[in-house]
């Protein structure tokens, strides 16, 4: 059984409980929970015992996130941003499955400071918002759908850089990886490929079939760069023999990488890489 410790709206109440079913007088040995469903909260009062439906959402107040503690941020945000984060988290799971709930906390409190920006004619500017679109398609796909909840919900509406944002932490729950290091994956990914477009002159057909499997390949050597994972094959002497050019450039673009990650790599990564390059120019 659950306790009612604060109600926060008609939708969302946060109570206190054990693992087993018992009634207790005090909070001692309990943990506290935020439980999000309709009408959760309407006619409940302070210090009465609940039961929760199968079909709610529950989640743990002793977490702590990167943007702070679970329950400072419940305290902090409008009911209302944890209901938004709640319904995009349902979403993500019919598209991915199993995914993190717990980023409904930095969630809802990204979704405060965007609708405090909305509401004082603000805008925060996400220059990866392309990258972010075509890196994480899914996820933003996944992002797009706090647009009408929100609107719904509070009037507001959101524009493609917040979005970019989200679907950064939709990204984040599928995967067990803070924002700041998919934001991250995100700007390398940019770099290297204005880095080439500046080195061959050539403006990047951002549509092109190969352009989408250069950015996820260098998305994936991030990951790599990070993991020491082996790639099977090594295509560096036919490369740097086809394409001495592209070869070097690629090296670069690795040898940039490492220095920004402080990570040694594999040299098949540069055959690898140049491969996609080759490709994405167009070189014969």
Do not use: W
């Not at 206190?16 to 309990?30: A, C, L, P, S, Y």
């Not at 015992?49 to 305290?75: F, H, W």
């Not at 939709?170 to 940019?190: G, P």
């Amino acid at each position: 059984m659950y306790r009612v410790r604060k109600v926060l709206n008609h939708n969302s109440i946060i109570v206190v409980g054990t693992e087993k079913n018992i009634e207790q007088d005090t909070d001692e040995g309990m943990k506290t929970y935020l439980v999000l469903h309709k009408g959760i909260g309407f006619g409940v009062k302070i210090s009465e015992y609940v039961d929760i439906p199968a079909e709610a959402s529950i989640y743990s107040l002793e977490k702590t996130t990167e943007r702070g503690n679970a329950m400072s941020i419940v305290n902090a945000v409008d009911p209302v941003c944890l209901e938004i984060s709640d319904a995009v988290l349902d979403e993500a799971e019919k598209v991915f499955g199993n995914v993190d709930r717990n980023i409904v906390f930095p969630m809802a409190d990204h979704l405060a400071f965007a609708i405090q920006r909305i509401k004082k004619g603000e805008s925060i500017r996400n220059p990866l918002k392309d990258d972010i679109r075509l890196l994480f398609h899914m996820e933003y796909q996944v992002a797009e759908t706090v647009v009408p909840i929100l609107e719904q919900k509070t009037g507001h509406i959101i524009n493609e850089d917040e979005i970019g944002f989200i679907a950064l932490h939709v990204h984040s729950a599928i995967v067990n990886e803070n924002v700041s290091r998919s934001l991250q994956t995100a700007q390398i990914v940019r770099n290297c490929i204005s880095y080439i477009e500046e080195k061959t002159g050539q403006k990047l057909e951002v549509t092109s079939l190969g352009y989408n499997r250069m950015m996820n390949h260098i998305r994936y050597m991030v990951t790599r760069f990070e993991t020491g994972e082996i790639l099977k094959m090594n295509l560096n002497d036919y490369m740097e023999m086809k394409y001495p050019d592209t070869f070097k450039l690629a090296a670069d673009i690795c040898n940039q990488m490492s220095r920004l990650l402080k990570k040694e790599y594999q040299d098949a990564e540069i055959g690898y890489l140049a491969m996609h390059i080759a490709r994405v120019i167009g070189v014969e």
